[in-house]
């Protein structure tokens, strides 16, 4: 079982994931990403190091344990993938009744659930009672390129990594980083103006590269709300913004602009006017973290 090293790009990334393998590894995860950007290889990787019995780094490879996830034979490693269908209530009903199950092999079990945000409401209801309470042997991977669809709930129980495609390096395109850096800044700053102006920076890119820097947006938002509790920021380019944003909102604040963008991208992808798209951006940020005060 190759470990992170063969995995091609989201380098910060892999660095974070084998820190937290490393010390205590939260029991839910959410890996975010756009199609291409390797989230099944990375989910496949985290399942082998967390049931991996050889020795450090993990994983290593060479254990019976690495050989039977490489071979998807491992009876520890529930996937669930239901392609492009929905996820019903009864398939999240056997993944709660299987986590009550203790392992076969070792001291750990771990669910990967593909396209997590294909499960209908009832399904997320489900398995967002296991995922309040998870055994404590259970870890759960849940893989989705829209993470705004699913329950607020859900995600807040997650731990949210953000892969990009491995030819993407938008952490280090001044294209990109400048309106991104511009828009974070007045965001701190509780600046209206300021936001709309690096919001406008997105609007003159091109339509690959503006999804490229929702993308990175999006990350350096899901940063701050972890920096907030601790954690440490992923894109390095930005983790001056990223932690000012933590000192001036809360975590939910700024998971609520998170989800405000996720929302945005997905209108942009189908059919949306970029300048249009990036001046709701700016308002509805501005309107998340700095509520008009009622009138009394």
């Given amino acids: 079982m190759p470990g992170f090293d063969a995995l091609p790009g989201n380098t910060a990334l892999k660095a974070s994931l084998r820190t937290a393998l490393d ?65 019903k209530v009864e398939t999240a009903r056997n993944i709660r009744d299987e986590a009550a199950i203790l392992p076969n092999d070792g001291d750990r079990k771990v669910f990967i659930i593909h396209n997590a945000d294909r499960m209908n409401l009832s399904a997320q209801n489900a398995l967002l009672k296991v995922l309040e309470e998870p055994p404590r042997y259970v870890f759960f991977i849940l893989l989705s390129s829209q993470p705004g669809i699913l329950l607020q709930t859900i995600r807040s129980r997650c731990a949210i990594y953000q892969l990009e495609p491995p030819h993407v390096s938008a952490d280090q395109n001044p294209e990109l980083l400048e309106p991104s850096r511009a828009f974070l800044r007045a965001m701190a700053k509780g600046d209206e103006y300021g936001m709309l102006l690096g919001a406008n920076g997105f609007a003159k890119l091109n339509k690959a590269a503006f999804q490229q820097a929702m993308t990175l947006l999006g990350t350096a938002l899901r940063d701050a709300a972890l920096v907030s509790v601790g954690a440490a920021p992923l894109v390095p380019a930005l983790s001056a913004e990223t932690r000012a944003l933590a000192g001036a909102l809360t975590a939910e604040k700024i998971l609520a602009v998170y989800d405000h963008l996720t929302l945005l991208s997905r209108r942009a992808e189908v059919n949306a006017s970029a ?7 700016a308002a509805g940020a501005y309107a998340i973290c700095h509520p008009p005060r009622s009138s009394k």
């Fill in 275 to 281: 300048p249009i798209q990036c001046a709701v951006l």
């Fill in 23 to 87: 010390r205590r590894f939260p029991q839910a995860v959410l890996l975010s990403g756009p199609d291409g950007s390797g989230k099944t290889d990375f989910a496949q990787t985290i399942a082998a190091a967390l049931l991996c019995t050889g020795a450090s780094p993990r994983p290593c490879g060479a254990c019976a344990s690495c050989h039977k996830v490489a071979h998807g034979t491992h009876p520890d490693l529930i996937v669930i993938d239901e392609g492009d269908g929905e996820i």
